[in-house]
């Protein structure tokens, strides 16, 4: 629609990306949060690792972030390279 409207293509794959990027970021730090917080509880059940291990705690959020660009990335990319004519005609 915002193509439709004018907007530049890059501005709503930067608009998407912008949403989608924020929302995996605020998952990804309550994520993290609730890890530390329930450590002690599963701590038993870790095997050579401690429940507050920077290294697994790290690893874990950079690849979640990866993922969640990738999986953002993907309908962005389409969204921006809709034509909008056709985008109008389907509503």
Request: hydrophobic share 55%; net charge positive; glycine share 6%.
């Amino acid at each position: 629609m915002r193509v439709a409207l004018g907007a530049q293509r890059r501005d709503v794959l930067r608009l998407v990306m912008k949403r989608g990027v924020l929302l995996s970021l605020t998952g990804i730090t309550i994520g993290t949060a609730a890890a530390l917080a329930s450590g002690r509880f599963v701590a038993a059940l870790l095997y050579d690792v401690t429940p507050t291990d920077p290294a697994t705690l790290v690893g874990a959020a950079v690849f979640l972030a990866a993922v969640a660009t990738l999986a953002t990335w993907l309908p962005a990319r389409r969204a921006a390279r809709l034509d909008p004519v056709a985008a109008l005609r389907c509503e």
